[in-house]
């Protein structure tokens, strides 16, 4: 239904913009029930701040209030710590302030919003708060809430690359409580990497936001940005494989690497061609359930063929990015909990990859 309002929107998006978006969209892999804002549908839409800060309260609100009907015997006054992740939409007052005031938090809870963070924001919002719960009194908890607000987000240019984000990025949010207490806890947080490769021009220029040769503003995502993502897991596998695999595949690929360095330098010194590769740890073999950011069809298909893993375990990834688009990659985390919650034992393991 969005791409046919947009249709209608001639005196914003020409046609062969609109015919562009919709060539991505069915090829996208994103099915009919993602939402978009209500200020999506007004013609022409709304894109104040207003808008967004309507958007914003719809779906923090409604996230955080299912956060707490879960949490059993949980009221606002037991959070002791909020963080909230948003990248491309900072008002002010803050979103987190949004939070603080429609659920009267106390005066002494630790507020904390970022911004500008990408798809992983809500995993920079886990990793901070795993961070200060060690080091704060057992039972403290933290409300983390992982959103992106669309209504301001909205290009209407013809720059293709900048087109991209009105076809990925949907509208939603999620919310979860962290604490450092084990009672009526369902999971254990395991270790977090976090690699950043912005050092790099081409990593830090592959998701911009920019003005177009018109002035008009959005997010440029670049076509190499399945490659980048493909680059840059490569070496976060080196430091998540250091702090997840057990010592005997940590050795195999010791072993494997010193090998192919030893046979690459002597096929170099005698000009023959080799082709063989280094060993790839079997992650698949370690892990029964995987989470792989959802920030497109091609980059699921990068991710999958880097890691080595089966359809069946990019299910759930592949169906998040059909339910509900690229949105921060708490999702998930929820679609998974729903998805294996009544299968869950004690000892399996939920490790997320988010690139």
Not at 205 to 210: D, N
Not at 257 to 278: A, G, P, Q, S
Request: aromatic share 8%.
């Amino acid at each position: 239904m969005a791409l046919e309002h947009g249709r209608l929107m001639t005196n914003l998006l020409d046609e062969e913009s609109t015919n562009f978006m919709v060539r991505l969209h069915d090829k996208s892999g994103i099915g009919e029930e993602t939402s978009v804002p209500d200020s999506f549908r007004y013609i022409p839409p709304e894109r104040g701040i207003e808008a967004s800060r309507d958007e914003a309260e719809l779906v923090i609100l409604s996230a955080v209030d299912k956060a707490f009907a879960a949490a059993t015997g949980l009221s606002p006054a037991d959070i002791d710590t909020l963080i909230v992740a948003c990248s491309f939409t900072t008002p002010t007052p803050a979103l987190a302030d949004v939070v603080v005031s429609r659920y009267k938090l106390r005066a002494d809870v630790r507020s904390v919003n970022l911004s500008g963070m990408g798809c992983s924001g809500a995993l920079i919002a886990i990793g901070l708060a795993k961070n200060l719960l060690q080091v704060a009194p057992p039972g403290n908890r933290v409300l983390i809430v992982a959103t992106e607000i669309l209504s301001s987000m909205l290009y209407t240019g013809r720059k293709r690359e900048m087109l991209v984000p009105n076809v990925l990025f949907h509208m939603g949010a999620a919310a979860m409580i962290m604490s450092n207490s084990p009672e009526k806890a369902r999971f254990r947080l395991g270790p977090i990497v976090r690699t950043l490769t912005a050092a790099q021009d081409s990593d830090y220029r592959c998701a911009f936001q920019e003005e177009d040769d018109e002035g008009i503003t959005g997010i440029n995502l670049s076509k190499d940005l399945p490659v980048v993502a493909a680059n840059a897991l490569k070496g976060h596998l080196t430091a998540f494989g250091l702090a997840v695999l057990p010592a005997s595949e940590l050795l195999r690929v010791a072993i494997s690497f010193i090998k192919h360095k030893i046979i690459n330098k002597f096929f170099f010194t005698t000009n023959v061609v080799h082709k063989d590769k280094c060993y790839r740890p079997g992650f698949d073999r370690l892990f029964k359930h995987f989470c792989i950011h959802p920030g497109g069809r091609r980059v699921l298909d990068e991710v999958q063929r880097g890691l080595g893993l089966s359809d069946a375990d990019m299910e759930a990834s592949h169906m998040t990015l059909h339910r509900f688009g690229n949105m921060a990659s708490i999702f998930e985390c929820m679609y998974l909990r729903s998805r294996y919650l009544g299968q869950w034992r004690t000892g399996k393991e939920l490790r997320e990859v988010v690139v």
